[in-house]
């Protein structure tokens, strides 16, 4: 706990936190959210890994950490042990109906599908010259991240992510393809 009270003395209100499942155990996780809410600031989690399957974790961990979230980023296959069989677009409507959140379902060559309130849009994926496909999923979390702390609206920020993660794929590995701001044509 020492280390995470350390991390967090650096959160602002307001900030956007950015909470991976999948590295860390699932409590651990939910001690750092709770640190960061009591920072009052803004939790997205980055769901890459499946919580129940991969991760050990027990259905009421993962409820406990997508209640407290601000925005679920998960990717479509990550949450079938839990929503076996959704659509993501019906992905995204379980989490609304069932957690209240935005979420924003990444689902490889088929896109990216989020939701305002009960409304659900699509993100076409960009088209790129696929090089290799690995940290395209980190590169579209950190774009929409970096665009909403920016002010930008979920809508702007999701399609700076697919950009993100459409540059990452013209690349070998994970970091070579990582775009920076002003390849997107952004200041920092």
Aim: aromatic share 6%.
């Amino acid at each position: 706990d020492g280390e995470m009270r350390r991390l967090a003395v650096f959160i602002e209100a307001g900030d956007y936190v950015l909470v991976e499942i999948g590295e860390v155990p699932l409590q651990t996780c939910l001690r750092f959210i709770s640190l960061v809410k009591e920072r009052r600031a803004l939790v997205v989690l980055d769901v890459d890994l499946d919580p129940v399957f991969q991760c050990r974790g027990k259905s009421a961990e993962v409820a406990s950490l997508f209640s407290v979230a601000d925005i679920l980023m998960p990717n479509r296959l990550s949450l079938s042990s839990l929503y076996p069989d959704r659509t993501p677009e019906e992905l995204v409507m379980t989490l609304w109906t069932d957690f209240g959140k935005s979420a924003i379902v990444s689902a490889a060559e088929d896109g990216v599908y989020y939701n305002i309130g009960s409304e659900v849009s699509h993100q076409r994926i960009f088209e790129t010259q696929v090089v290799d496909t690995v940290g395209a999923g980190d590169a579209l979390h950190g774009g929409v991240v970096f665009a909403l702390s920016a002010g930008m609206s979920l809508p702007e920020a999701v399609k700076l992510g697919a950009r993100c993660g459409a540059m990452a794929c013209s690349a070998a590995g994970a970091r070579a393809g990582m775009p920076r701001a002003p390849a997107l044509g952004l200041a920092v």
